[in-house]
């Protein structure tokens, strides 16, 4: 590098090719050449280089007040060492039983940080029941896993390790044993907590590099920062619509105190009740406990059977909570499809669909999911927005993303319903009065 | 102690309601003029309906009378009245009394003020609450699509809690003003055209809102 | 890091929060295991679960069955389940659809009910402006309950064509029936005085302000003394052990005038209902969670399916345990439906039935007890 201070006219070239190029390598999806369809955990390295520096500034356009009280939990401050650490720890392999799974192999670099498919594939091609979610800006949830059962990163990183059918070790030794005994890991722990590897010290250092992952840097924010141009008018009235009409806001909040548009509730907007009706599935639940079944056999059944379907319920006991599940974020949104906790919804029409018809009639569906009648221009003003929530590192692959979902879109509408949409049928009326309806 | 202005208006007020109640009476049977027709007069001595003799003599058909003859009375006292009936059937809170200023002023450029001038800012500001009070309770003033009012949920603006505003609304994801918070109302629960902070129907809207909680102590920020 | 250490640095017990999650998940399923065996398995949906889940033995809407079934103790009544829909306010769909579907969405709550209660009481109110064709849209739709339904009017049914419609399609507007060894009375509770005449009110300018909950132009609802007097000779024959329910739109006490929270004979009707063991009255009109006792008299509101009101800004009894102030964001908050388990002895535990929300139970013993036991569970945003 030139340590002039000045970037001189041959140094601006280099960077806008240097840029030009990370864009284009980024544009198309990544070849698998990792178990479970993920990118090589040598080459996802490389483009995180590119991506990020260490920095744990706040970012352009977020308040540093909300910033600063981002929840880090006492004790795992971030420092470079730990930030290190957790990198490390991220593209291992070996914290899977079976040496195949790292945490960016479903949260992998190359695909937003997520792994582009409805449901999670874990060792030996186990498919888990949920989707996931980026782990971009997954820092600044006030909880963790699409029902919300961990408070914190830290608590989070630790559980997929030990879950059976993800990265499935038995338990923490076994965990430690497969990377505690590196003496480069050795070293690692030691800089960065001051003492022997622990399973404690691996979730908060997966944690603290986790934070880094910090992608607020959209079209979208140089438009509320005043510059009109950065978003077209398209996306101008989409973004109206999401503040009115449309409803989107409701749950969605974004502002400059919390940037990445939720409201870290828990709605049932029934994506589950359209696979299954709640009824049945505790039905089931209550079926498989006549034959007296023990402990063991009832978390099974919470954790890997259609029960998880009844979502932040298995949390908090409440009833409104019945399959209701975390508000995602809306940064990087263009980029990280499949959509809802199955990944069920390919595009963001599917998106727009579902709640323009009223999400999916159920007993326990939340009371702000209602018809939104709105019509296909206006479903394709809030896409257009929604596409301006990519972080400009990722554009061209938010540019290819909105193509390939456009061209789908163009073929599928299969969450469409235009009866219902435009409020001709209501919901409710064919469970209640059959196919006739009302007179 | 009742103030003069109040006593004026009230005075005003009892007696439109008394004109009003006149006019708008029961419907007098009177000799028909025409063959085959009757004139049915209202007790105005004015206004009047001419009905077929073979008209049927049920409720329904008496009620198409008293019906027209309401609206050509109505046609003919355009807004006569309209502060008397919204209050008699919303009773709006009134303003603050100013009439302890009558007789003071500080500035011999314009003198003490008078018992006028309390009267004007009294009606005037009465009238405005007043007309808020037509828009709050009126689906057609509001634009609602689904025959909603403000008053349907907020009976005498119960639970509007003006004076918790500005605060932040998790649900708009900002700061919110009343007059946001009336504009969600009507673009959702209402389902009507959202208003200019400065449409007149907004305006007056706010201060009926904010007259019915006279006395609430201000608590920006409140949940 | 140990838990000692943990105390020491005062870092919270994060991980006990999966720990916790675990432990509630495994309580949950014992809790569920041991339930009693046959209620259990009548018990529906995710909800029996939640019931377990929230401490709650009682019976619970959507899973009723827990504990209906009361055994015969000797008397002549057994304990029943009725379910009530109530405060609908219709308009034809095209002029607004949503409140048709909360009425939709409340028939299909109470048909999933397994079993199915005894009937369904529907509370009054159910159009909105007392068309012909909101009542018959109406009608269409409480055709299709699975239970019996029983019709109260109110005042939005009746003051178009003062009940000439509801009339014709739902029969008499006061009349008793005798179901379990309980004497049901249906009473028409929003009789006005004729405002109207003097006036010279159209029909549908008379209906419009009594549509005005805080219309004053209209009179105060009342039973009437012609209605007092078919009450008074309807009793005659009922002993005064025979548990009383008593239906009205109104709240037959006297709790704020401005909105006709209100019944203006209420105490004449008291005195008619005072030398009966018990008696309890539900009404509707108030849209919300709403809890009185008189001397012999429990009384319970009922929820809309329409809209809620706000707590009246004086006279609330003391024994009302408010629900929560409704979120206007989700268009279903502060509604719902319910039902009453009632007792052998006639007394009932009234359920609210509050979407999204975990329902809210008043029962007996809350009553009896002068407020002392069984307390509901207060809510965690009150009125302003």
């Known amino acids: 590098m030139n340590n002039s201070g000045r970037a001189g006219p041959l140094r601006t070239a280099l960077l806008i090719g240097v840029a030009i190029f990370i864009n284009q390598a980024m544009g198309a999806e990544a070849p698998a050449t990792a178990p479970h369809g993920a990118m090589a955990m040598a080459e996802q390295q490389q483009r995180l280089d590119q991506l990020i520096s260490s920095s744990t500034a706040p970012p352009p356009g977020v308040d540093p007040v909300a910033w600063a009280a981002i929840y880090i939990p006492p004790g795992n401050e971030l420092t470079a060492d730990r930030i290190a650490l957790g990198r490390k720890l991220y593209f291992d392999t070996r914290l899977s039983k079976d040496g195949t799974v790292a945490c960016a192999t ?84 030691q800089k960065a907590y001051g003492r022997a590897p622990n399973y404690d010290d691996l979730g908060r250092a997966i944690a603290s590099f986790e934070r880094t992952l910090i992608f607020l840097d959209a079209p979208f924010d140089r438009f509320a920062a005043g510059d009109s141009k950065a978003i077209s008018p398209a996306a101008q009235r989409g973004f109206a619509l999401f503040n009115g009409k449309a409803r989107c806001v ?54 890997e059977t259609d029960m998880s379907e009844l979502g932040r319920f298995l949390v908090s006991k409440k009833r409104g909570d019945i399959g209701a599940f975390k508000t995602e974020q809306l940064r990087n949104v263009g980029i990280t499809a499949p959509y809802m906790h199955d990944g069920s919804l390919h595009s963001l029409w599917d998106v727009l669909d579902h709640y323009n018809k009223g999400g999916e009639t159920n007993p326990y ?45 163009a073929k599928k509408r299969p969450f469409r319903d235009n009866a219902l949409a435009h409020r001709e049928v209501l919901p409710f009326e064919q469970r209640v009065l059959g196919p006739a309806g009302l007179k | 102690m009742k103030t003069p202005a109040l006593l004026a208006l009230a005075l005003l007020a009892v007696s439109m309601h008394a004109s009003a109640q006149d006019a708008a009476g029961t419907p007098q049977q009177s000799p028909a003029p025409a063959s085959g027709t009757t004139q049915v007069k209202l007790c105005d001595n004015k206004t009047t309906v001419q009905v077929s003799k073979d008209a049927p003599k049920t409720r329904e058909e008496g009620q198409k009378i008293s019906d027209s003859l309401m609206a050509q009375w109505k046609a003919a006292n355009p807004g006569k009245d309209w ?50 009070s037509t828009v709050f309770h009126s689906s057609d003033e509001l634009g609602s699509d689904i025959a909603v009012s403000c008053d349907m949920c907020h009976p005498r603006a119960a639970n509007t809690h003006p004076e918790t505003y500005p605060k932040f609304q998790p649900q708009l994801g900002r700061v919110a003003l009343l007059r946001d918070m009336i504009n969600w ?39 | 890091m140990s838990d000692d250490m943990n105390d020491k640095l005062k870092i919270p017990h994060i991980r006990s929060v999966e720990t916790r999650h675990l432990e509630e998940r495994e309580a949950l399923f014992r809790g569920l295991r041991n339930l009693d065996r046959r209620a259990f398995l009548k018990a529906s949906g995710g909800a029996a679960a939640a019931a377990v889940a929230a401490g709650v033995t009682y019976p619970f809407h959507s899973f009723l069955p827990i504990n209906v079934a009361y055994a015969d103790e000797g008397g002549a009544a057994q304990g029943f389940n009725f379910a009530y829909i109530s405060d609908s306010h219709l308009y034809v769909k095209k002029t607004n659809e949503r409140f048709v579907r909360q009425l939709l969405r409340a028939v299909d709550d109470v048909n999933s009910l397994d079993p199915q209660p005894d009937f369904v009481l529907y509370g009054g109110d159910l159009a909105q402006l007392g068309r012909r064709e909101e009542l018959d849209m109406g009608a269409q739709i409480l055709k299709s309950l ?40 249906v009473l028409m509770s929003v009789h006005e005085k004729d405002f109207w005449s003097a006036r010279g009110m ?79 009255v539900l009404h509707g009109h108030t849209h919300q969670v709403l809890t009185n006792r008189i001397g012999n008299i429990q009384f319970h509101g009922m929820l809309s399916t329409a809209w809620p009101w706000p707590y009246a800004p004086q006279g609330l009894p003391a024994l009302t345990v408010q629900m929560n102030r409704p979120n206007p964001f989700d268009a279903n908050d502060g509604l719902g439906d319910g039902s009453v388990a ?20 008043v029962k007996a013993s809350y009553l009896s007890s002068g407020g002392k036991s069984d307390i509901p569970v207060a809510p965690t945003l009150s009125s302003y």
């Open chain 1, 106 to 189: 479903c949260h992998d670099a190359s695909r937003g940080f997520t792994d582009h498919r409805n449901v999670s594939e874990g060792i030996g091609d186990h498919l888990g029941r949920r989707s996931a979610p980026t782990t971009m800006n997954a820092a600044l949830f006030q909880s963790m896993f699409w029902d919300g059962r961990a408070v914190s990163l830290d608590e989070q990183a630790k559980l997929p390790i030990l879950n059976p059918i993800e990265m499935g070790h038995p338990d923490a030794a076994s965990a430690m044993a497969s990377v505690g005994t590196d003496p480069a890991y050795q070293e690692l722990f």
């Open chain 3, 342 to 361: 009632v007792h052998p002895d006639g007394l009932v535990d009234k359920l609210y039935n509050l979407w999204n929300r975990n329902p809210m139970q």
């Open chain 2, 185 to 223: 109302c009507i673009e959702h629960p209402v389902r009507g055209k959202v208003l200019a902070p400065d449409d007149p129907k907004m305006r007056a809207l706010e201060a009926y809102i904010l007259a019915q909680r006279k006395g609430v102590p201000l608590d920006y920020g409140k949940r």
């Open chain 3, 146 to 185: 699975k239970a019996p339904v029983h019709m109260m009017a109110g005042e939005h049914d009746w003051y178009y064509d003062m009940g000439e419609h509801w009339n014709t399609l739902f029969g008499p507007e006061h009349y008793s029936f005798d179901h379990k060894g309980v004497h049901f009375v």
């Open chain 1, 365 to 409: 569906l939340d009371g702000g999911i209602e018809p939104l009648n709105l019509s296909e221009d206006e479903i394709n003003d809030v896409v257009a927005f929604l596409f301006t929530l990519t972080d400009s590192r990722f554009a061209a692959q938010n540019e290819a993303a909105m193509r390939e979902q456009q061209a789908y879109a």
């Open chain 2, 83 to 132: 502060v008397q009936a919204e209050v008699e059937a919303h009773q709006v809170v009134t303003p603050e009394d100013n009439s302890k200023l009558v007789g003071t002023g500080q500035s011999s450029t314009y003198g003490a003020v008078t018992q006028q001038d309390v009267q004007v800012w009294n009606n005037e500001t009465y009238k405005m609450a007043v007309y808020g």
């Open chain 1, 250 to 303: 409701s749950c969605h909040m974004i502002n400059s105190s919390n940037p990445i548009g939720t409201d870290n509730l828990f709605h049932n907007i029934g994506v589950s009740a359209r696979k299954q009706n709640f009824e049945a599935l505790a039905h089931q639940a209550l079926g498989a406990l006549k034959d007296g079944s023990d402990v063991d056999a009832l978390d099974k059944l919470a954790l």
């Open chain 3, 202 to 280: 159209s029909p549908a300018e008379r209906m419009h302000t009594v549509a005005g909950l805080d219309n004053a132009v209209q009179s105060a609802f009342e039973v009437g003394a012609p209605q007092r007097e078919w009450l008074k000779q309807d009793l005659d024959k009922v002993s005064a052990t025979t548990p009383v329910i008593v239906f009205s739109h109104s709240p037959l006490y006297k709790l704020y005038r401005p909105w006709n929270f209100w019944t203006d004979d209420a105490e004449d009707v008291q005195a008619i209902l005072q030398r009966f063991d018990h008696v309890t």
